[in-house]
């Protein structure tokens, strides 16, 4: 079955102590991206891979790190995390990025994180 | 960056009913997306309608690219239809959406 999958999909954690979160697709796509959803801010974009080894930042990408060693792969780290960090992540693959043309976006189950 | 405005923000209405979503952008824009989002957090992709209309079931969208939005219609409403409808959009050249805040559809049955 064709998936995007996230882990782990509940975390609550203390202001300070590192975290990643996993992110795995199984359809061989180039693009992907971390999202995180606020109550009123909808999903804003905070890294972007177009393929292996390139990352890039998207409008909110303070406080966090990407890698994109594999290409099914795209975890997302928070090395010190804060209060301001809880939110609900999401993880996205498509095919490819090609300006103005649209691949399917295919998004994870989410990640609902809580720094205490 | 570019705006993208979403509404109404909340709509809630009977089964059966038919609704109307609006998502207006700043500016010009070579890729828009309708994407749904279940009551579990499920998204999903619903359109992709840089212009023009596009019909899939009980759902279609209508992109109107020189005045900047688009429209999402459901009609005959299902319990099932309900959750956040997002629009998002791409800014020629970025290699990126950017969403809307949403619409929370709640259909009463």
Same mark, same amino acid.
């Given at each position: 079955?064709?998936?995007?999958?996230?882990?782990?999909?509940?975390?609550?954690?203390?202001?300070?102590?590192?975290?990643?979160?996993?992110?795995?697709?199984?359809?061989?796509?180039?693009?992907? @991206?971390? *999202?995180?959803?606020?109550?009123? &801010?909808?999903?804003?974009?905070? $890294?972007?891979?177009?393929?292996?080894?390139?990352?890039?930042?998207?409008?909110?990408?303070?406080?966090?790190?990407?890698?994109?060693?594999?290409?099914?792969?795209?975890?997302?780290?928070?090395?010190?995390?804060?209060?301001?960090?809880? @939110?609900? *992540?999401?993880?996205?693959?498509? &095919?490819?990025?090609?300006?103005? $043309?649209?691949?399917?976006?295919?998004?994870?189950?989410?990640?609902?994180?809580?720094?205490? | 960056?570019?705006?993208?405005?979403?509404?109404?923000?909340?709509?809630?209405?009977?089964?059966?009913?038919?609704?109307?979503?609006?998502?207006?952008?700043?500016?010009?824009?070579?890729?828009?997306?309708?994407?749904?989002?279940?009551?579990?957090?499920?998204?999903?992709?619903?359109?992709?309608?840089?212009?023009?209309?596009?019909?899939?079931?009980?759902?279609?969208?209508?992109?109107?690219?020189?005045?900047?939005?688009?429209?999402?219609?459901?009609?005959?409403?299902?319990?099932?239809?309900?959750?956040?409808?997002?629009?998002?959009?791409?800014?020629?050249?970025?290699?990126?959406?950017?969403?809307?805040?949403?619409?929370?559809?709640?259909?009463?049955?």
């Amino acid at each position: 079955e064709a998936q995007v999958t996230q882990n782990p999909r509940y975390l609550i954690t203390v202001t300070g102590k590192k975290l990643t979160v996993t992110c795995s697709q199984n359809m061989n796509h180039e693009y992907m @991206s971390w *999202y995180r959803q606020d109550p009123g &801010l909808g999903l804003r974009q905070i $890294y972007y891979s177009m393929n292996v080894e390139v990352t890039d930042k998207g409008d909110v990408p303070e406080g966090y790190k990407v890698s994109r060693k594999e290409k099914r792969n795209f975890p997302l780290i928070l090395e010190s995390p804060s209060p301001n960090q809880t @939110s609900l *992540y999401f993880c996205a693959s498509s &095919l490819a990025w090609t300006s103005g $043309y649209s691949y399917e976006q295919y998004f994870g189950p989410g990640t609902r994180l809580t720094v205490t | 960056g570019i705006q993208v405005e979403q509404s109404p923000p909340d709509l809630i209405l009977q089964e059966g009913a038919n609704s109307t979503l609006r998502c207006n952008f700043s500016d010009s824009v070579n890729n828009l997306q309708w994407f749904h989002q279940n009551p579990w957090g499920q998204l999903i992709n619903l359109f992709y309608i840089p212009s023009g209309t596009k019909q899939n079931g009980r759902l279609s969208a209508t992109t109107v690219a020189t005045e900047r939005y688009s429209l999402l219609y459901i009609s005959s409403s299902q319990t099932t239809d309900s959750g956040v409808y997002f629009c998002a959009v791409e800014r020629f050249g970025n290699e990126k959406l950017t969403f809307g805040t949403g619409t929370r559809l709640t259909i009463i049955p």
